[in-house]
Each structure stands twice: as C-alpha cells, then as structure tokens.
C-alpha cells in the first residue's frame, strides 16, 4: 500500500489472475470477461505446488518464465508476510521487457525487505547478454549478483513456467532420464547436489507438476 506494506490477502474480495493474452486457453478465455459476467470458482482451492513447510532460516529461491511467476508471487507474498528470516530469490525470464508484468512491484519489495532479491532475465530484447535461467546458474553468475552459494543443505529452489527451463525428467530402470537442454532440474542436480521434492521422498527441487 502507500505506506509500503504488504496488503493481507485475506481481507480483500478480489481474485487476481495473471495470464497470458492468447485467446485459445482457459487463460485466454478469462481476459474475454467483461465487467459484469460471472464467473463461477469452486469454495476450496486444490493442488501440490505450495511452499509447504520450510525451515525459518533456508535461502528460497523461485524461478520463473513469462506468467509462471504467479504462484511465485503469492509464495513470496506469505513468506514476507510471516517474517522469513532467509534469503528469498525470485529470477523472472521473460522475452521482452514489457512481459514483465509484476517488475515495478519486485522492484518495490527489494527495497522495503533487505532479504528479498529480484534477478529479471530478458531473451529477446536489451543490451545486456540475452540469457535464460539455465545460463545464469551454470555460468555462476546467480551466485555472484546474490551473494548466494547454492548449497543443497539449506536452499530450497521453485521451478514454474517453460516445461524446457523446468526440464522434469522420466523415470526408467536405469534411473532419470532427462530432455535435451538442459533444464533446472538436471542443472541442479549434477552440478549442485540437489534434489527432486517426490511425494514420497523430500528434496529441494519443487516443480509444477502435469498429469
């Protein structure tokens, strides 16, 4: 608010969606919504991609392309709102600079939370090198713009958006099998130490998952 404080979601009626303008998705058919049409929401919400338990003092980071950063959002809206102690990252790629939607509030909540960091990536546009979130981590550079050192004993690290940046890999008898790419998840895996959040065994990797 003006005062530079996080408003409290539950004591607002509105609902917000942040979506992609394409027109062919459930997405796309949301921004076709007049003032005024209705629009019916199931009383509970469901799903798996929720920060969950996380001890007070781990580094968060978060790790999105274009609208992928909305459950981020709302993650780090809580985890501010109830004084995490560790570092929270939130690392947006986006193809150009007008895609970043939430830039102006990022910006805003670095300077109110001295433990909060926002890293922007564009890939299609800018002076800079045009990079994705693979590159940042592999070249080292996510460590030193954070001041971070991704050690799997205390980061636990958020994947949402391009199925090619989350890069999930296939179970088979030999062990994981991962797409071409690479993607965070071999990243993370083979070069860091870390791993996979299943639902039977908890890791530091959390991704979105798909049926």
């Known amino acids: 608010d003006e005062l530079e404080r996080l408003l409290d979601r539950s004591q607002m009626d509105d609902r917000e969606f942040y979506v992609a303008l394409d027109g062919t998705t459930l997405a796309g058919r949301l921004t076709g919504l007049k003032p005024g049409d209705r629009l019916w929401m199931r009383p509970e919400a469901a799903g798996s991609y929720t920060p969950g338990p996380l001890p007070p003092d781990a580094d968060i980071v978060f790790c999105a392309t274009g609208t992928g950063e909305a459950p981020h959002n709302r993650m780090i809206e809580s985890l501010l709102r109830g004084k995490h102690r560790g570092h929270i990252v939130s690392v947006v790629c986006c193809r150009r600079r007008q895609d970043l939607g939430y830039d102006p509030v990022h910006r805003r909540l670095t300077r109110v939370f001295r433990n909060y960091a926002y890293l922007p990536l564009l890939t299609r546009e800018g002076n800079g090198p045009r990079r994705h979130i693979q590159d940042l981590f592999v070249s080292g550079d996510f460590q030193s713009r954070t001041g971070l050192a991704l050690d799997p ?26 797409p071409e790419g690479p993607g965070m998840v071999e990243v993370l895996t083979t070069r860091f130490g870390f791993r996979i959040t299943t639902p039977d065994q908890p890791g530091n990797i959390h991704f979105e998952r798909y049926a």
């Open 153 to 178: 004993g205390r980061t636990h690290i958020f994947l949402c958006g391009n199925s090619g940046m989350v890069g999930r890999p296939q179970e088979t008898g030999e062990g994981l099998a991962y």
